[in-house]
């Protein structure tokens, strides 16, 4: 995606400062020095006067550290930097930069940890850097974000001691920042780029050009016998002397609507992601795909009501728009409203468009309404409907039972997977493109469907 760098959060640096009542502290070599001290207390054994001697030592080491504190570098003239060098995407590994900017004309040793929430890490990153005088240096650490949305970050806290070590001063930098964790770009990219190269090219270079059909303007032609008055350009014809006709083809930006289920089946878990994690993923590969081929895309995500919806429209701005709202999509406790959202789209899409229908089906006696949501649709739009498929189901059904209890539970998978298999036909027997993917390949097939839809000029 060229636009990555446009999703990268900007960098944000801040001055450190104390935080707490007491800003400093003891630092290693002040308690090294104290227990070198103790050797005073085996001669303090026969002559009392060693015990001052003692006395004398760690007055000594408590002086040092009072010189050695005055002395390191005040919390103003250190800067923090945090800088990010990739979008954070779900369950991408992505790079985070700490820049730590010493203008003091002594050298520090800070410990830096920096207030990441658990939705991108699982605890918070520790740094440690040596920052000499009037210089800055950059240590780094990776995150790997487990859920999109908005992130929180908050304050980078500081611990630095001067090149003695003796003395310690505990600072913060305020980088609190909100940053958003999109969808997996790379996965939407690795497929949308090996899909349009292997097909869409080649698509484009045999597609069948359907004259007289349509009203997208192609080209203009000599009158023949057959023409339509209509069709005549009269300004052409002025030019030339002659009748001279317009030819039109099927039109090829059309409108394809992104459906999102985000009810309550699409919780399931498949390792780490979500069913609704796969779909927002393939969803963004299919409308890279569907903008590159130059159709407008539209997006509908909902569960009890809608929760994200952005226009059909075509660009790159409004990709960037696409990819900001499929980050905040969310599964949802509660089944969803089908048919709220269905009489939605009819209402806002009057004109005939391709419907991608990211779902799943209830495993119940009754049609679920889902089925009846889609069978509204179809009248009017043609519906690719795609339900994410649950692998150890599959796995199950296929199993030879080793068991009384073993068949049971395998005869109650082959039933469900029966189920769904006559309720996916019932629905292409009512005119919708309806398939089961499976998890690991939801993207391709999504994207395939589509192309072939394209090839065969079926809107």
């Known amino acids: ?23 400093f502290a003891f630092g ?12 005073w207390l085996g001669p303090a054994f026969f002559n009392a006067r060693f015990v001052y001697a003692m006395l004398g030592w760690d007055a000594l080491v408590l002086l040092l550290w009072l010189v050695d504190l005055a ?9 923090v930097k945090r800088s990010w060098k990739a979008p954070p995407a779900l369950s991408m590994d992505c790079e985070v930069e700490i820049t ?4 003091s004309p002594r050298g520090v040793h800070a410990k830096l940890i920096d207030a990441v929430p658990p939705q991108l890490c699982n605890e ?18 990776r995150i790997r974000p487990m859920q999109r949305g908005d992130a929180e970050l908050g304050s980078c806290y500081i611990q630095y001691q001067s090149s003695f070590r003796i003395a310690e001063r505990w600072v913060r930098a305020r980088l609190e920042q909100t940053v958003r964790v999109y969808p997996d770009l790379e996965d939407a990219r690795r497929h949308s780029m090996y899909l349009l190269r292997s097909r869409q090219v080649a698509l484009e270079k ?17 009158y023949q016998d057959g023409d339509e008055y209509r069709d005549i350009c009269w300004t052409a014809s002025a030019r030339r002397a002659k009748l001279v006709t317009r ?5 090829r930006s059309q409108t394809v609507w992104i459906v999102i289920d985000a009810g309550r089946l699409m919780r399931a878990r498949v390792g780490s992601l979500s069913k609704l994690d796969k779909a927002v993923n393939s969803a963004l590969s299919l409308a890279q795909v569907a903008l590159y081929s130059g159709d407008r895309v539209g997006l509908i995500a909902y569960g009890r009501g809608i929760r994200q919806q952005v226009a059909a429209a075509k660009g790159s701005s409004h990709l960037r728009r696409l990819i900001e709202q499929l980050a905040l999509v969310h599964e949802e406790g509660a089944e969803a409203d089908h048919l709220q959202m269905a009489g939605r789209l009819l209402t806002d899409q009057k004109r005939r468009s391709l419907i991608v229908w990211l779902t799943d089906l209830a495993e119940t006696a009754m049609t679920p309404e889902v089925i009846e949501a889609a069978t509204m649709m179809m009248p009017r739009h043609l519906v690719l409907f795609v339900v994410i498929g649950q692998p150890d189901l599959g796995d199950l059904a296929a199993k030879k039972p080793g068991s009384a209890s073993e068949m049971y539970r395998i005869a109650a998978a082959q039933e469900m997977v029966h189920r ?17 993917a499976s998890f690991g390949s939801v993207s391709p097939v999504l994207v395939n469907a589509y192309l072939q839809i394209k090839e065969r000029n079926q809107l």
């Open 28 to 39: 290693d070599r002040f308690f090294i020095l104290l227990f070198v001290g103790l050797v």
């Open 420 to 436: 769904r298999e006559l309720l996916l036909a019932r629905l292409r027997e009512r005119g919708a493109l309806a398939m089961e």
């Open 124 to 141: 918070p990153p520790t740094l440690l850097i040596d920052a000499r005088a009037r210089s800055e240096r950059v240590a780094s650490y």
């Open 71 to 79: 002395q390191m570098p005040q919390p103003g003239q250190l800067v």
């Open 206 to 222: 045999r597609r069948t050009r359907m004259r007289g059909i349509g009203r997208e303007f192609e080209s203009l032609r000599e």
């Open 1 to 23: 995606m060229n636009d990555q760098q446009t999703l990268i959060p900007p960098e944000i640096e801040a001055r450190t400062e104390s935080y707490k009542r007491i800003g």
């Open 247 to 251: 030819v039109y083809q099927m039109e």
């Open 100 to 103: 730590l900017r010493n203008s």
